[in-house]
């Protein structure tokens, strides 16, 4: 049970009675402890001449032992660090001085050697880890650079040169956003006293991030451009002679009975092609022979381009108007026209 405020005061009273008559205050003093006991007494409304219920609810003790016991009880009990742990800790810290002499002489092998045996002895040190993640960035090694570096900051995030050599590994491969992250977190750490190079690598990476971003948005609107290019130039190949899905006729024929006459347009596969899909589709040819180049061409075979207009109210026998291009019902009924549709379909093969 605790003990109450008055309780309190009259084990110090009692204290001060005791170091009174036992010689722990001078004769000089004497006087002035004893006025210290009255006006202690009459501030707290205690009586001062009552000690032996205080001792009896304190078990007998002085305030003196009460506050040892006090004391013992609260008094951390020491980490006991066996002897071979501490042996180890001296071995691994032998071995981190070797690295940093090596590092020193720019000897970079040897220093990823000692660092690394200080690292078997104690995995998880994050200043062991930090140096060896220096080591491999001076040899070339970066990707073992981050793994080191990203280690070290895992075992103690407080670490602050692990996130500097963390960000300078990110750099050096590319990851430009994960070194601007890296320099950013010990930035943060070391507060109002960054560090020159923390602050220089961040600038650089951040600078670097943002020069990154203005390509990717320069080549998406370039890509965008060609797509639209592409799109327009589509647009007018399908609107130009031969459209509906079929070839330039006029490009193909030439000089219109050229390569050699009807012979060479015989040999011409991309022309053979173009035939077939013709007859596949009346209504291709009929918008073909509306072409003032074909016409040309069927006028120059004799295929009924040539025919004189006639006079106005006189129809062609399927409605279209005969001074507009030539016949198409002559054109399918012309020997030559027959001929050649045949030889494009099925050679000299007969029914």
Do not use: W
């Not at 720019?106 to 930090?130: C, G, H, M, Q, W």
């Not at 379909?345 to 007969?350: I, L, P, R, V, Y």
């Amino acid at each position: 049970m605790s003990a109450t405020n008055k309780e309190v005061v009259q084990a110090i009273i009692s204290f001060l009675k005791s170091s009174s008559k036992d010689g722990s205050v001078s004769e000089d003093y004497v006087e002035s402890v004893d006025m210290a006991i009255d006006c202690i007494a009459d501030a707290f409304e205690v009586d001062k001449d009552v000690e032996s219920a205080v001792k009896a609810k304190f078990g007998n003790k002085t305030l003196n032992e009460l506050l040892g016991a006090s004391s013992a009880s609260s008094q951390q009990v020491p980490i006991h660090i066996p002897k071979e742990d501490e042996e180890l800790k001296q071995r691994a810290e032998a071995f981190k001085l070797e690295g940093n002499k090596a590092m020193s002489a720019r000897d970079f092998e040897t220093a990823v050697a000692k660092y690394t045996s200080a690292i078997e002895l104690i995995p998880t040190n994050s200043v062991y880890l930090s140096n060896r993640a220096a080591a491999y960035s001076s040899l070339g090694k970066h990707e073992s650079a981050i793994e080191d570096a990203q280690k070290s900051v895992d075992s103690d995030p407080s670490y602050v040169k692990a996130y500097s050599r963390l960000g300078l590994a990110k750099y050096v491969t590319g990851d430009i956003k994960g070194s601007v992250e890296a320099y950013k977190k010990g930035l943060d750490l070391e507060g109002e006293n960054a560090s020159e190079t923390m602050k220089k690598g961040y600038n650089t990476a951040k600078q670097k991030l943002s020069e990154q971003i203005a390509n990717q948005l320069q080549s998406t609107n370039t890509k965008g451009g060609d797509t639209e290019e592409s799109t327009t130039k589509a647009s007018n190949e399908s609107t130009g002679p031969g459209s509906g899905g079929l070839p330039d006729l006029s490009s193909l024929l030439g000089g219109a009975g050229g390569a050699g006459g009807l012979a060479g347009l015989m040999n011409n596969p991309q022309l053979m092609q173009a035939a077939q899909s013709l007859m596949q589709n009346p209504s291709a040819l009929q918008g073909l022979m509306s072409d003032p180049s074909i016409r040309q061409m069927a006028e120059k075979f004799g295929l009924g381009g040539g025919s004189a207009p006639k006079a106005d109210g006189e129809g062609s026998a399927d409605g279209e108007d005969s001074g507009s291009g030539p016949n198409l019902n002559d054109l399918m009924n012309n020997p030559m026209l027959q001929n050649l549709a045949s030889q494009f379909m099925g050679g000299d093969k007969k029914p």
